[in-house]
Structure formats: C-alpha cells, structure tokens
C-alpha cells in the first residue's frame, strides 16, 4: 500500500536534546512537507522541499532543521534552539504541483519536552 | 491580519441539520482552496478542493467559493455525529492553513 509513515508516533524529550522524527513516502511524490500543530490551532509550516537536495524554510522555521536527500525521505530535527518544541509534527507530500492536488498526511508523531 | 481566518467554534448542530462552515482569505490572487477534515489525535484527510467561483457538490457536502469577496465555505447536509471533527480550510501553494472549525453534531 502506498502511503506516508511517520515514526515514531510518541517521542519525549529532555530539555537540551536535539531529537530527530522520521518521514518515509512511497507514492513517487517530489514535494514533501512539515507542519507543526498545537492544541486548538491549525497546521504551521515549518519546511518544504519540492525536489531532492532542495527545501525552503516556512513560516516557523527557527529550530528546525530538514534534509532532502532521497526522493521518499524527509526527515526533520528538532534542535535545542526550539523553544517551544512540544507539539504534533505532521508530515505530507503531494505532485510537485500541490495547488492541483491533495497533500497526503502521515499519521503524525507527537513530541512531549520533559 | 492572518492569511486564512476561521471561526474556532464550537458550531454545534443537531443531527440531520445542514452545517455551515466559512473560511476567509487575504490574498486575492490565490487560485486553489481545499477542505480538509482532522479527527482528534488524527491527520487530516482531504474533503473537497475547489478552484472555481460557484458550488461545487460531492455527496452530502458542498463547496463554495465567492473569489470577489474572499471567502470559501462548506456545507454538510444531513449532519452526522460522525462528521463530529475540526474541518481545516487550507489555501493555494504551501497550503496555508486556516486554524479549524470544530463542529459537534449532536444525536
């Protein structure tokens, strides 16, 4: 089955530690996304990339790291430099051109800073 | 002024009525505007997109879209209280998104 897999699904955290969350895709998509969402509000982009060894900073990118090396891997790290970081990361990718098609969704993995 | 604005809600609604949910946006020039449904603890999965001024029907649930006032809306008809989630608004490239309207449709 084609999908997006997102591990792990629950990660905590202490203070200081830089923690890295997986996302694996094998529906042939170019673009590949990450939101962040927190209780009650709607998804926040953190990075983007549209083609391998490419991604562009969101609107939250302070903390965040990303890289685009394979086609069907999108891995991010949050830094120490996030100070804010527990939340739910969710993981997407559509066609390179997204305003012509759904973003396809991970099930999300949720990070609890200790 | 945020990009994409929604009611947070609640909106609460009995079961069989019609729900009407509304979403604003502040660029003009965006072209492609989606609906997105999030059960609590879940990803969103896509309802309906629309590019179109007009109605645009799928099942129980229709879309709207008015590009000389900004605002794109979605109907549920015959409301169920499996349709009971947030319903997120998401505009054009980078699929901004709105912060959601939780909905609550009550047996």
């Known amino acids: 089955d084609g999908g997006i897999t997102q591990s792990p699904k629950y990660l905590f955290r202490k203070e200081g530690q830089n923690v890295t969350l997986s996302c694996e895709q094998n529906?042939?998509?170019?673009?590949m996304y990450w939101y962040r969402q927190d209780p009650g509000q709607g998804l926040r982009l953190i990075y983007y990339?549209?083609?391998?060894?490419?991604?562009q900073k969101g609107d939250i990118a302070e903390g965040y790291s990303v890289s685009r090396e394979k086609k069907e891997s999108f891995p991010l790290t949050v830094t120490s430099a996030q100070k804010n970081p527990t939340a739910f990361y969710l993981c997407?990718?559509?066609?390179?051109?997204?305003?012509?098609?759904?973003?396809?969704f991970g099930e999300g993995s949720r990070l609890t800073v200790l | 002024q945020k990009e994409v604005e929604q009611n947070s809600g609640p909106l609460s609604v009995p079961e069989g009525a019609i729900a009407s949910l509304n979403c604003t946006y502040s660029d003009r020039g965006s072209q492609s505007f989606f609906w997105y449904r999030q059960y609590s603890g879940k990803s969103p999965e896509l309802i309906m997109f629309i590019y179109s001024n007009g109605d645009k029907e799928d099942g129980r649930f229709t879309a709207q879209l008015n590009k000389a006032s900004q605002y794109v809306s979605l109907l549920i008809r015959d409301s169920q209280p499996s349709d009971s989630a947030t319903y997120l608004c998401a505009v054009d490239q980078k699929l901004v998104f709105g912060t959601g309207t939780r909905l609550l449709v009550s047996p």
């Open positions: 990339s549209q083609i391998v060894n490419d991604f």
């Open positions: 529906l042939n998509h170019d673009a």
């Open positions: 997407a990718s559509t066609e390179r051109e997204p305003n012509t098609g759904e973003l396809f």
